[in-house]
């Protein structure tokens, strides 16, 4: 091998070793980006949103009107309607959800077993484990997203 094809040869593998480390660092920031978007908090919003929304349970138990506007008539639930309404749209996701201490390993969604009410939830590992956006387990957060917006934003045609 002469000098000039060992060349090419070296420089190939470095130019192909920077590549993959701009394309690691690349999908990265995408994947930080994603959390910006789909933050827990931003999540809590949105789900604030959804029980207040004509199209949600308006759950008016202890726990949600800690966290709600109130209503107007002053009437509140004695159990939580969001917390199993939220459960269902999960499940209708393919997502999957979890109590107490130890089952945030295995899941999507988790509720930490020291919070009063749906506002301990926060994310499992099987979002927090993801690697990429094109996760398929974050795909499916993207979809819960787009339902609660499409739940409580009018669509506008675009014109």
């Given at each position: 091998m002469?000098?000039?094809?060992?060349?090419?040869?070296?420089?190939?593998?470095?130019?192909?070793?920077?590549?993959?480390?701009?394309?690691?660092e690349n999908e990265r920031l995408k994947l930080s980006l994603f959390w910006v978007d789909h933050s827990v908090n931003t999540l809590k919003k949105m789900m604030c949103k959804a029980n207040k929304h004509p199209g949600g349970p308006r759950c008016r138990c202890a726990s949600c009107m800690g966290i709600l506007d109130a209503y107007d008539d002053g009437i509140t639930d004695e159990t939580c309607k969001f917390k199993p309404w939220f459960e269902q749209v999960l499940q209708e996701h393919g997502m999957s959800f979890g109590e107490g201490?130890?089952?945030?390993?295995?899941?999507?969604?988790?509720?930490?077993?020291?919070?009063?009410?749906?506002?301990?939830?926060?994310?499992?590992?099987?979002?927090w484990n993801a690697r990429s956006t094109t996760d398929a387990e974050l795909s499916k957060l993207r979809t819960l997203f787009a339902t609660f917006r499409d739940l409580y934003q009018p669509q506008h045609a675009l014109s």
């Open positions: 002469s000098g000039l094809d060992r060349l090419a040869l070296v420089s190939k593998i470095l130019l192909d070793s920077r590549f993959l480390e701009l394309k690691r201490f130890a089952s945030h390993d295995s899941v999507h969604f988790h509720v930490r077993a020291y919070d009063v009410g749906w506002y301990g939830w926060v994310y499992g590992a099987k979002l």
